[in-house]
């Protein structure tokens, strides 16, 4: 093979190199992490503020049936009094009633402590619920500026990974199908690099040094290639 088409097939690399590096940083981006964790933090945040919302409606519930509950013993009580005070019953039945009055209001004494209780739940558990939801809003404005700035920088890498891929284009056609074969084959298993340089008795690819015997078996092979990783050498 001639010289040229081993230049030609650095010059290959380099692009691929080049591509590589571009797409890694496409997937390596630092907003691609802040994005993934805003979108963690938010499903985290709207399970518990569904939990929230919930246990809210629980006490809501539970706040209205005991406000109608002492709203009817109110009536009792204020019906049982009107007819305490009406007169015209023995004194064993208005000794009943009287003590019926009383066991009402003890029911009403209780059910308003019962209600300032749900009251306060029910402050506590909005004030928590209204936290979380800002919460969630917040980040999903963050959320929203990330996507945007990882759009813009993926158009940005992309526009240059096509500008790389029509450069790749222009050199495949130089290289001999059997080299550029071989080459492809090697790039998945050498991460990304088939074919590197000779210099100075180095392999650019393994970094390791070949002593001028393995140099001397190496230039023997068509193409050469690197005793230790099996790269494609072009010496230099």
């Known amino acids: 093979m001639t010289d ?3 230049l030609d097939l650095l010059g290959l690399q380099g692009i691929d190199t080049e591509i590589d590096q571009l797409l890694h940083a496409r997937q390596s981006l630092p907003e691609l992490e802040q994005f993934k964790s805003a979108h963690e933090a938010i499903t985290s945040l709207q399970a518990e503020a569904a939990s929230q919302e919930s246990e809210l409606a629980e006490t809501v519930s539970q706040l209205k049936k005991a406000e109608g509950e002492l709203e009817l013993t109110e009536k009792k009580r204020s019906s049982e009094e009107m007819r305490m005070f009406a007169g015209g019953l023995s004194a064993k039945d208005l000794s009943n009633l009287q003590m019926e009055v009383e066991m ?13 209780a749900l009251l306060e739940t029910r402050d506590q558990q909005e004030t928590a619920f209204l936290e979380t939801t800002g919460q969630i809003e917040k980040l999903e404005a963050e959320s929203t500026v ?9 158009k ?9 891929q029509e450069r790749r284009g222009d050199f495949v056609p130089l290289i001999p199908p059997d080299l550029l074969e071989l080459y492809e084959e090697l790039r998945p298993n ?6 590197a ?3 100075e008795g180095v392999c650019g690819g393994c970094h390791l040094s070949l002593s001028p015997a393995e140099q001397h078996e190496v230039l023997k092979e068509d193409p050469p290639r690197c005793l230790q990783c099996r790269r494609i050498l072009v010496p230099q």
């Open 4 to 6: 040229k088409a081993f």
């Open 197 to 199: 340089r000779l210099m």
């Open 104 to 116: 009402l209001g003890r029911n009403i004494e209780t059910a308003e402590e019962e209600i300032l």
């Open 156 to 164: 940005e890498i992309d526009d240059e990974v096509a500008v790389q």
């Open 190 to 195: 050498k991460e990304g690099v088939g074919a």
């Open 146 to 154: 990330l996507e945007a700035a990882i759009a813009e920088q993926w």
